[in-house]
T-cell receptor, first 114, second 114 residues
Framework: EAQVTQNPRYLITVTGKKLTVTCSQN?????MSWYRQDPGLGLRQIYY???????DKGDVPEGYKVSRKEKRNFPLILESPSPNQTSLYFC?????????????FGEGSRLTVL | AQSVTQLGSHVSVSEGALVLLRCNYS??????LFWYVQYPNQGLQLLLK??????LVKGINGFEAEFKKSETSFHLTKPSAHMSDAAEYFC????????????FGAGTQVVVTP
């Protein structure tokens, strides 16, 4: 089954404790991206990757890191989480290398930072 | 840089009535425009998109949208609402020359009443 898989789905952590949210897709997609969803703000793009070893900042990259060493994986790293990073996070991927392609979303990871 | 505005954070419609969700965008180059739907506790899924060509685009579940360049709009409509249309709807825009950066609107929650 074609899918984007995120882990963990739910996480409660404390300020400053490094964490990684994994994202894996099995569709051989070139493009992958991370978003955070907050009430009243919609989805805001954190980072995106057009291909392996190519990453770029979205609108809200502060406090986050990403890497794209393999085509299928695009982990989101919070080196020192803070309470304002409490949010619902979505990973998405797309086949299109020309733009305008459909994004396929994971089911989301709900993160709480105390 | 592109931006998108959705008018109305909540819309209530009667079953069988017209659904109209408004989206206006700004973009300095030809845009790619999308509507996504999010059902409770799920990721987003694509309803329809405009990249080039015909300005009236049809999507899944009976939805359609019209790209109006002169009005910088991409409103979503469905002639007759169904109970299953209750969800949150997001308009999104990317610029054709830097399509990796995708901007979402704040979302419109649709409630369908019997």
């Amino acid at each position: 089954e074609a899918q984007v898989t995120q882990n963990p789905r739910y996480l409660i952590t404390v300020t400053g404790k490094k964490l990684t949210v994994t994202c894996s897709q099995n569709m051989n997609h070139e493009y992958m991206s991370w978003y955070r969803q907050d009430p009243g703000l919609g989805l805001r793009q954190i980072y995106y990757s057009m291909n392996v070893e190519v990453t770029d900042k979205g609108d809200v990259p502060e406090g986050y890191k990403v890497s794209r060493k393999e085509k299928r994986n695009f982990p989101l790293i919070l080196e020192s989480p803070s309470p304002n990073q409490t949010s619902l996070y979505f990973c998405a991927s797309s086949l299109s290398s020309l733009g305008g392609g459909e994004l396929f979303f994971g089911e989301g990871s709900r993160l709480t930072v105390l | 840089a592109q931006s998108v505005t959705q008018l109305g954070s909540h819309v209530s419609v009667s079953e069988g009535a017209l659904v109209l969700l408004r989206c206006n965008y700004s973009s300095s180059v030809p845009p790619y425009l999308f509507w996504y739907v999010q059902y409770p506790n799920q990721g987003l899924q694509l309803l329809l998109k405009y990249t080039t060509g015909a300005t009236l685009v049809k999507g899944i579940n009976g939805f359609e949208a019209e790209f109006k360049k002169s009005e910088t709009s991409f409103h979503l409509t469905k002639p007759s609402a169904h109970m299953s249309d209750a969800a949150e709807y997001f308009c999104a825009v990317s610029e054709s020359d830097s399509w990796g950066k995708l901007q979402f609107g704040a979302g419109t929650q649709v409630v369908v009443t019997p």
